[in-house]
Each structure stands twice: as structure tokens, then as C-alpha cells.
């Protein structure tokens, strides 16, 4: 497995307990090996043709390549929000150790 087939993901929501719920929830599927809660963050952003601003949580997600479309089905299914932001960023770089593990912990070491 190339390091490019290494992923971060990051989604926000709107509570601690839900971002929670969301990491904890794609970790036990092995859509993801771990997951990082910060928060809060302040968002703004336009919606519905107006600017809001919110306290959000946000949830970073270690995963590879091979399960990133497991892990997004996963986060659309479990997030209530209508549009979730979901965005992978490769990994171009990182620990062979570290990366070996996220691949074992995923499911997805070949």
C-alpha cells in the first residue's frame, strides 16, 4: 500500500455527544482506526442563502484509501445533518509503524 492510500477525514457536528457518537461509531465498524475530537470550533458558512455562525465539534478520522468509501456511507448514515462535510485529505507522509497500524486496524493490511 502506497503512502497516497492513507486518508484523513474530518466531519463536524453540532454536540460533543454526537461527535462522539460518530467516532466512536466508525472506529468499532473498522471504517476508521482512530478518530480526534476538538472542539469547540466556531463555523461560518452560508446556508439557505443567509450567513450563520455555530459551535461545532469536529472529528478527524484515520482510515486508507481501500475503506474511505465504507467510512463516508458510514458517516452519512449516522449524521443527522442534511449536507455533512466530509472531506478526505491524503496522507502523503507519515510513520511506517503508524500507518501499518491504521492499515491492521481497518482491516485492510494486505
Not at 11 to 28: N, P, W, Y
Not at 66 to 71: E, F, P, S
Request: with cysteine.
Amino acid at each position: 500500500m502506497a503512502t497516497a492510500d492513507w486518508l484523513t477525514v474530518l466531519t463536524t457536528t453540532d454536540a460533543l455527544g454526537k461527535a462522539q457518537a460518530l467516532a466512536r461509531g466508525a472506529v468499532e465498524a473498522r471504517v476508521a482506526a482512530c478518530a480526534q475530537i476538538s472542539g469547540p470550533v466556531t463555523s461560518v458558512y452560508r446556508w439557505n442563502g443567509e450567513v450563520e455562525t455555530a459551535e461545532e465539534w469536529q472529528v478527524l478520522f484515520k482510515t486508507t484509501g481501500a475503506r474511505y468509501d465504507a467510512l463516508e456511507a458510514h458517516l452519512r448514515a449516522a449524521h443527522d445533518y442534511d449536507t455533512p462535510e466530509i472531506i478526505a485529505t491524503p496522507v502523503v507522509r507519515g510513520s511506517a509503524d503508524y500507518l501499518r497500524w491504521v492499515a491492521r486496524e481497518t482491516g485492510t493490511d494486505a
